[in-house]
């Protein structure tokens, strides 16, 4: 089926003049002169029967039809650089696109990745942070770091710890609110993430404690800011141990109760089944595999 397309450097011409809102800046941009550019954005208006642009003595002005046009050319524009630098970044073995949920980035990845670019310093680690888990479909990540039981059937998955869960406090509130037994747990602040809304009755639930009113309390977005809720005295938190264990060891967080509830979860990599794990996330994934490792053995 043939389409009858506009010529393209029209096209670039109104897009760039429509995004910067001015002729000579799109000039400046496209590296052509004013002139140039005024011609190709009346071409495309004669192309398509309509006025692009209000012309005035100094300056232009985008109509209604010009804003519906650049709209659709900015989104498409926009595909067409995801897709190229997907293409582009498949054959290079030096970059490492990475998702990883929020609180995981902020608690446990991030202050150990000097030491993968440490060892590793000619790779790039493209970090994105997320509250949901990563799609692979239209993007290009190569890897992503994920909450669950592993049962993805289009993802090859990697167990690289298990969760557990355990409250946590700053050492001064567990002085002052005298935590002695969970029950105690009415008379204080609860600190809730809305990403984990279940996590403080999953706990109380296999404690066989009953009595706590999970309504009240402070709820944060992330598990990250109810942390760093408890860090300033706030309230108790319920933590996922792994992610909290750092602040644990250094005292700044103290766990009232040591009773930890193991999940049937983990956080797991994850890459899609489909694709050849680059050399890059290989190399990411054995440094990974061999710091949790150490961790754990200590």
């Known amino acids: 089926m ?6 393209l450097t029209a096209v670039k011409a109104f897009e760039a003049a429509g995004r910067l809102g001015s002729l000579t800046l799109a000039a400046n941009e496209l590296g052509v002169s004013q002139v140039a550019v005024s011609r190709k954005v009346r071409e495309l208006e004669l192309y398509l029967d309509v006025a692009l642009f209000t012309r005035h003595h100094r300056r232009v002005e985008i109509t209604r039809k010009g804003k519906q046009l650049l709209s659709g050319l900015t989104r498409a524009f926009d595909d067409i650089d995801r ?7 498949r054959g290079r073995s030096d970059v490492l696109s990475l998702q990883s949920y929020t609180t995981f980035s902020q608690r446990w990845l991030i202050p150990r990745l000097p030491m993968f670019q440490e060892a590793h310093p000619e790779i790039e680690v493209r970090l994105s942070s997320s509250l949901e888990p990563a799609s692979f479909q239209g993007n290009d990540l190569d890897a992503a770091i994920r909450s669950g039981r592993g049962d993805w059937n289009d993802l090859g998955a990697d167990k690289l710890t298990g969760l557990s869960l355990v409250p946590v406090c ?26 984990r809304p279940d996590d403080w009755a999953v706990w109380l639930k296999a404690r066989k404690i009953e009595g706590i009113d999970l309504r009240r309390g402070l709820k944060f977005e992330s598990s ?6 408890a860090l300033q005295g706030l309230g108790v938190a319920i933590g ?12 700044l967080l103290v766990t009232p109760y040591a009773t930890r509830h193991v999940l049937d979860e983990g956080y797991y990599l994850t890459w899609p089944k489909d694709r050849r794990p680059s050399r890059s996330l290989q ?13 754990h053995d200590h």
Not at 83 to 89: E, F, L, N, P
């Open 2 to 7: 043939s389409r009858s397309l506009p010529p």
């Open 83 to 89: 897709a190229v630098r997907q293409v582009s970044q």
């Open 170 to 195: 700053s050492p001064s509130l567990l002085h002052h609110a005298k935590l002695q037994e969970p029950r105690d747990l009415a008379k204080v602040t609860l600190l809730h993430s809305l990403a």
């Open 224 to 229: 990250a800011l109810a942390y760093e809720a």
């Open 240 to 251: 996922i141990e792994v992610l909290v264990q750092s602040n644990l060891n250094d005292g």
């Open 283 to 295: 190399l990411f994934h054995a440094w990974l595999r061999k710091q949790i490792t150490s961790e």
